[in-house]
């Protein structure tokens, strides 16, 4: 992939999680945007919930650093995302003087949905242990049973969980800028338990295509390696798909990659998690 061709990738994949990002903070803390940084502050005890999001190379080192000793000294743990075109060795330098450290990699993919890149078989799920059950849009009544999914899936914290599945359960529609967000999130059910889900996130801009990505896929500890991770990544792909979108995009923890390569994600890049325990005075 020539390099503007993966700038733009990495761009798109940025504006994804921003989405997502204050879709959550619509529902507590703020989202702030300044000197070409974007973060999300809510005094969860997480550090996705009190999160830079981005961090453009135009930003001074003293914006920077600002910035990151202001959230390093918070009550509550605070993370940073480094994408690989916003300079991660400048930053690296600067979040570690500021008691900041690297806490996980994540797979940055994606994959073309309607110029035949990906073969339309391949969004269909294994045929193994994948009965009885079905895959299903989730509403509002089902958001206390997908905050206990998260919760078991994830290891977040309960206020956490109640976040994302307030901001994520039912379909909903949110203005970002002169962008709009549309966010579906789909599980599988088996008699009335959710033992896999995924949001699918679709971002409209004016005068381009919209773009898709794929947040939070998580499977029940008890239920993994029998097909559901990919019963409901293939059910996501399939709405994305019939919602127009042209591009999918992904943020994978390793436990992930080798599904999403299986679908047809082809890699954008690494994007780093840093991390900063909560300030004890």
Do not use: K
Not at 41 to 56: F, K
Not at 122 to 140: C, D, F, K, M, Y
Not at 196 to 206: D, G, K, L, N
């Amino acid at each position: 992939m020539a390099s503007a061709e993966l700038s733009a990738e990495l761009e798109q994949s940025r504006d994804l999680v921003a989405a997502s990002v204050q879709a959550q903070a619509a529902q507590v803390g703020v989202w702030q945007e300044h000197g070409g940084m974007g973060w999300w502050l809510s005094g969860l005890p997480a550090m996705a919930a009190n999160l830079v999001v981005a961090c453009d190379p135009g930003a001074s080192d003293r914006q920077i650093g600002a910035l990151a000793r202001w959230m390093a000294r918070r009550p509550a743990p605070a993370g940073w995302l480094l994408w690989p075109d916003q300079q991660p060795s400048r930053q690296q330098r600067l979040l570690e003087g500021c008691g900041f450290r690297p806490c996980e990699r994540l797979w940055l993919a994606s994959v073309a949905c309607r110029d035949g890149d990906l073969e339309p078989g391949l969004w269909s799920p294994s045929t193994h242990e994948v009965e009885p059950g079905s895959s299903r849009q989730l509403i509002a009544a089902d958001r206390a049973a997908y905050g206990s999914l998260l919760q078991a899936c994830h290891g977040i914290p309960a206020s956490l969980a109640a976040v994302v599945a307030q901001a994520f359960v039912s379909e909903r529609f949110s203005p970002m800028g002169q962008a709009s967000v549309r966010l579906q999130t789909l599980a599988f059910d088996r008699r009335g338990a959710l033992l896999a889900a995924i949001t699918a996130a679709m971002v409209s801009r004016p005068a381009a295509p919209p773009l898709g990505g794929l947040l939070w896929l998580g499977t029940h500890p008890s239920c993994r390696r029998h097909g559901l991770g990919r019963l409901v990544t293939a059910a996501a792909c399939r709405w994305l798909a019939g919602c127009g979108v042209a591009r999918i995009h992904v943020q994978a923890s390793d436990a992930a990659v080798t599904l999403y390569r299986s679908l047809g994600f082809a890699e954008d890049g690494w994007l780093e998690l840093w991390g900063c325990p909560p300030f004890r005075p």
